[in-house]
């Protein structure tokens, strides 16, 4: 299924002169303030997501999952899929490929498929999180970070193979989320793990184009519980450093233990020029891989509000953005539009925030101040803002509504089945 502007337009007809009145009523209030509507809505349609592979299908938990029918059974399906969703939204015109669960059969297929959703490859993830079924050796105590030499170079040949892949398709980064851990104390030698885990990303650090970066992202618990051998910002930052300058901190909002100050986090690797990539979501315990701004918008905000002002004042490279979730209660596409919602929601805030008024109460120490120049922009409604810009870029004015409105999941159950099966999580 395609989406086409003829729909688009159709759906926003009746919505128009409505969100006219709310985006003029918003854009005087702001050009009032000094805001310049015309530069925001530039920066709003130009802050494009990727999409995962992995989050096109029903998610589920070890103790089940219940599919909503429709999923997309083939890359080629999945990239459809983001296709429907870059349509409405027109914000998430790439896909990241994980590897294997997205292996590219037909390049030549996939890439036409892809430029006819308009589509583009993000970076390319590894997994070495799981054996594969032709595999001999397991990952079972580790792959980068194994004692074994052997299952060591078996996990480093497969990030090697990810670049090849990400090569064919015009990637330009490789992450590497490491799951290596222990469960139980004295299992690991923390020593050994790390130094191993360093040397098996040296050489594929080696293999790195010279144009890619490589995303190093931290977790600190599951799949194991007692310890993880890149457990938290730290450990990745000290290995990007020692890596080179084309590895790079990537900041999973999932992979946080609760009250982590993470927009401090984001703050501190900018200022090393060292933030390389996102996951977005969101999560009330863990890596809950909950919608985006679900649960704690605030701090969505503010992390954007350290990223804006980042962008200004530091040389830190433009990050790779990426949803990162799995949905295991609602229709997943409709999980998307929310998340991307939520993400372009949070952006406009930060970029609303009077940063000169911020500075000049940071340095009077005008604590009440501060605090209210950040509320004023969180507290303001930029929903007509973030739509004005999705309108003029060709996309719905409420995109979530189109969907329903356009009967997307009916058509893909039509389409594909009730029982049609995504590879992934
Ligand atoms: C991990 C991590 C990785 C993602 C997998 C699916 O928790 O967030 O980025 O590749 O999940
Ligand atoms: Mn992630
Ligand atoms: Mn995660």
């Given at each position: 299924m395609r989406i086409t502007t003829d729909q688009i337009q159709f759906t926003n007809k009746p919505r128009e002169v409505s969100h006219a009145r709310e985006f003029n009523f918003l854009a005087e209030n702001l050009e009032k303030k000094g805001i310049n509507v015309e530069q925001l809505i530039?920066?709003?349609?130009?802050?494009?997501?990727?999409?995962?592979?992995?989050?096109?299908?029903?998610?589920?938990?070890?103790?089940?999952?219940?599919?909503?029918?429709?999923?997309?059974?083939?890359?080629?399906?999945?990239?459809?899929?983001?296709?429907?969703?870059?349509?409405?939204?027109?914000?998430?015109?790439?896909?990241?490929?994980?590897?294997?669960?997205?292996?590219?059969?037909?390049?030549?297929?996939?890439?036409?498929?892809?430029?006819?959703?308009?589509?583009?490859?993000?970076?390319?993830?590894?997994?070495?999180?799981?054996?594969?079924?032709?595999?001999?050796?397991?990952?079972?105590?580790g792959s980068l970070s194994n004692n074994d030499q052997t299952i060591r170079e078996l996990a480093i040949e497969h990030n090697k193979e990810v670049i090849r892949i990400g090569e064919?398709?015009?990637?330009?980064?490789?992450?590497?989320?490491?799951?290596?851990?222990?469960?139980?104390?004295?299992?690991?030698?923390?020593?050994?793990a790390l130094q191993s885990t360093y040397e098996s990303l040296q050489e594929i650090y080696k293999e790195l184009p010279s144009d890619w970066k490589m995303l190093v992202e931290y977790k600190p618990y599951e799949p194991y519980f007692y310890s993880t051998v890149i457990q938290d910002w730290g450990t990745s930052f000290l290995l990007a450093n020692k890596l080179g300058d084309k590895a790079f901190t990537l900041v999973d909002l999932g992979h946080h233990l609760p009250n982590t100050n993470i927009e401090q986090i984001v703050a501190t690797l900018m200022t090393e020029g060292k933030l390389g990539g996102f996951h977005f979501n969101d999560s009330k315990y863990g890596d809950d891989d909950l919608t985006v701004g679900s649960i704690k918008p605030y701090q969505l905000f503010l992390i954007f509000n350290e990223l804006v002002s980042g962008f200004e004042e530091t040389a830190n490279p433009s990050p790779a953005w990426m949803i990162d979730a799995s949905h295991n209660l609602k229709d997943p596409l409709e999980?998307?539009?929310?998340?991307?919602?939520?993400?372009?929601?949070?952006?406009?805030?930060?970029?609303?925030?009077?940063?000169?008024?911020?500075?000049?109460?940071?340095?009077?120490?005008?604590?009440?101040?501060?605090?209210?120049?950040?509320?004023?922009?969180?507290?303001?409604?930029?929903?007509?803002?973030?739509?004005?810009?999705?309108?003029?870029?060709?996309?719905?004015?409420?995109?979530?509504?189109?969907?329903?409105?356009?009967?997307?999941?009916?058509?893909?159950?039509?389409?594909?089945?009730?029982?049609?099966k995504a590879s992934g999580l």
């Amino acid at each position: 299924m395609r989406i086409t502007t003829d729909q688009i337009q159709f759906t926003n007809k009746p919505r128009e002169v409505s969100h006219a009145r709310e985006f003029n009523f918003l854009a005087e209030n702001l050009e009032k303030k000094g805001i310049n509507v015309e530069q925001l809505i530039q920066k709003l349609q130009a802050f494009q997501i990727a999409i995962p592979s992995w989050a096109l299908g029903t998610g589920g938990t070890r103790f089940g999952r219940f599919s909503g029918g429709g999923e997309p059974a083939t890359l080629i399906q999945k990239i459809q899929d983001i296709g429907i969703l870059h349509a409405l939204n027109r914000s998430s015109n790439s896909v990241s490929l994980h590897i294997p669960w997205d292996i590219p059969q037909d390049y030549d297929a996939i890439l036409q498929a892809a430029a006819e959703a308009e589509i583009g490859f993000d970076a390319v993830n590894s997994n070495t999180f799981q054996d594969r079924t032709d595999q001999s050796l397991s990952y079972k105590f580790g792959s980068l970070s194994n004692n074994d030499q052997t299952i060591r170079e078996l996990a480093i040949e497969h990030n090697k193979e990810v670049i090849r892949i990400g090569e064919k398709l015009g990637s330009k980064a490789l992450t590497v989320w490491l799951a290596d851990g222990s469960s139980f104390p004295g299992q690991h030698s923390f020593r050994k793990a790390l130094q191993s885990t360093y040397e098996s990303l040296q050489e594929i650090y080696k293999e790195l184009p010279s144009d890619w970066k490589m995303l190093v992202e931290y977790k600190p618990y599951e799949p194991y519980f007692y310890s993880t051998v890149i457990q938290d910002w730290g450990t990745s930052f000290l290995l990007a450093n020692k890596l080179g300058d084309k590895a790079f901190t990537l900041v999973d909002l999932g992979h946080h233990l609760p009250n982590t100050n993470i927009e401090q986090i984001v703050a501190t690797l900018m200022t090393e020029g060292k933030l390389g990539g996102f996951h977005f979501n969101d999560s009330k315990y863990g890596d809950d891989d909950l919608t985006v701004g679900s649960i704690k918008p605030y701090q969505l905000f503010l992390i954007f509000n350290e990223l804006v002002s980042g962008f200004e004042e530091t040389a830190n490279p433009s990050p790779a953005w990426m949803i990162d979730a799995s949905h295991n209660l609602k229709d997943p596409l409709e999980d998307l539009l929310q998340s991307v919602e939520a993400i372009k929601l949070a952006y406009a805030q930060a970029l609303i925030v009077d940063q000169i008024a911020l500075h000049a109460a940071q340095a009077s120490h005008d604590v009440t101040f501060a605090q209210e120049i950040l509320q004023d922009a969180f507290r303001t409604d930029l929903r007509p803002l973030v739509r004005e810009s999705i309108r003029q870029s060709g996309g719905a004015i409420t995109p979530i509504h189109s969907y329903r409105e356009l009967k997307v999941r009916e058509t893909l159950i039509k389409e594909r089945g009730k029982d049609s099966k995504a590879s992934g999580l």
